[in-house]
């Protein structure tokens, strides 16, 4: 008699064997993989295609709209304030927001916080950020402290698998008095794909509940790219939502009531 073991090994794998042209075949396949997929299902994707990723928007360099719309916000800030903000990348990917902070002489505290581990390892060979979270963003308490963060960015981080509206107050604690936060993806996402509705009409129910307030909402120009300032209030009524109220009756705070381009 034989015996037969079977060993099954189970690992991620960074290097993809599928190569792509442009980013817009890559983010084809890339969303693909991610619908219907859950947050921690989606870091086993993002893990799978690190390296692919990094390669893609590395070669779209300037060319990629959410991060240097962002980066433009936070360097809007400092030249109003003159401070050093401490800011947290909410869904750092490989960095490349640090690498636009980089170019445009940011100074400041900026800190990396990413859920795939391998987007992370891509990340740290960049010195770009003074510190490092690998770890998931919790909803209801995600372990980083309260007023801790002059800015906290999200760029590209609503859709499939990954942050959605409900994290909004856990984002929001995280910001001192008087600081931003920062929004950047793309409208599909922000204006149409959502079971509970669109997404900006979760945005502005905090407007409404003067939890913070719109200083920019910007189109790309010719792409399909919303992106939002909102700067924090002094004093945070309750985190409770407007219930059943439509974006269109939600005020867009003058002289920002219609989009503008860049």
């Not at 960095?95 to 740290?124: C, P």
């Not at 936060?181 to 922000?190: E, H, K, T, W, Y």
């Amino acid at each position: 008699n034989r015996l037969l073991i079977i060993i099954n090994i189970s690992f991620t794998n960074r290097n993809m064997d599928t190569k792509f042209s442009d980013h817009a075949s890559f983010n084809s396949y890339l969303r693909g993989k991610l619908v219907g997929s859950s947050q921690r299902e989606s870091m086993g994707i993002y893990d799978n295609v690190a390296d692919e990723y990094d390669r893609q928007l590395s070669g779209m360099g300037e060319n990629y709209t959410p991060a240097k719309e962002c980066a433009q916000f936070i360097m809007e800030t400092i030249e109003e304030r003159h401070w050093k903000p401490k800011v947290l990348d909410l869904g750092s990917g490989t960095g490349v927001l640090g690498w636009f902070l980089e170019r445009v002489g940011f100074h400041g505290d900026l800190h990396a916080m990413e859920g795939s581990e391998n987007m992370m390892e891509v990340t740290k060979k960049k010195p770009l950020y003074s510190k490092y979270f690998q770890c998931l963003f919790k909803r209801n308490n995600s372990g980083f402290p309260t007023d801790d963060y002059d800015i906290v960015v999200l760029g590209t981080v609503y859709g499939y698998g990954a942050i959605d509206w409900k994290y909004l107050p856990e984002i929001i604690r995280l910001v001192k008095p008087n600081g931003y936060v920062i929004i950047s993806a793309s409208s599909d996402r922000l204006l149409h794909e959502s079971p509970q509705g669109a997404l900006e009409s979760h945005l502005f129910r905090h407007v409404v509940n003067r939890n913070w307030q719109l200083r920019h909402r910007v189109w790309a120009s010719g792409k399909p790219i919303l992106s939002y300032m909102f700067k924090v209030n002094v004093s945070q009524p309750s985190l409770e939502f407007v219930p059943d109220t439509d974006v269109e009756d939600l005020p867009f705070p003058e002289p920002l009531a219609n989009a503008w381009k860049r």
